[in-house]
C-alpha cells in the first residue's frame, strides 16, 4: 500500500513539535538577533525533556534551523541568525564566536 504524501516537511514538523524543546511560533522569524536567542533561551530553560544542557539544546534547534533551511535563507536572514547565535553564547555566558 503506498504511504500517503505530507504537505509537511520532516525537517518542519522537528522544527514545530521537537521532543526536546517547546518553541515559541514564528521564534526563527523574527527580526532581531536578541529576541530570537531570548526565546531559545527562554525554551531550553523551561524544558524538562531535553537530554541535554540549556545551552547545548538551544544551539542545537538554532543550527538545525539554518542547516535545513539552506539555500532557501536570503543573506541578510542568514546574518540574523549568525547574530543569534552570538547572542545565545553572550546569554548563556560563554564567549561569541566572533
Known sequence: MPKKKSKQKWSQD????????????????????????????????HCDR??????????????????RAGKQLSKSRLATLDRAKDELRKDFGKEPKR
Not at 531535553?50 to 542547516?67: C, E, G, H, T, V
Open 50 to 67: 531535553r537530554k541535554a544542557s540549556p545551552f547545548q539544546s538551544a544551539m542545537s534547534m538554532l543550527s538545525f534551523y539554518i542547516n
Open 14 to 45: 522537528v522544527t514545530e513539535n521537537s521532543d526536546a524543546m517547546d518553541l515559541k511560533g514564528g521564534v526563527f522569524k523574527q527580526r532581531s538577533a536578541k529576541k530570537i536567542a531570548d526565546s531559545l533561551k527562554a525554551s531550553a530553560e
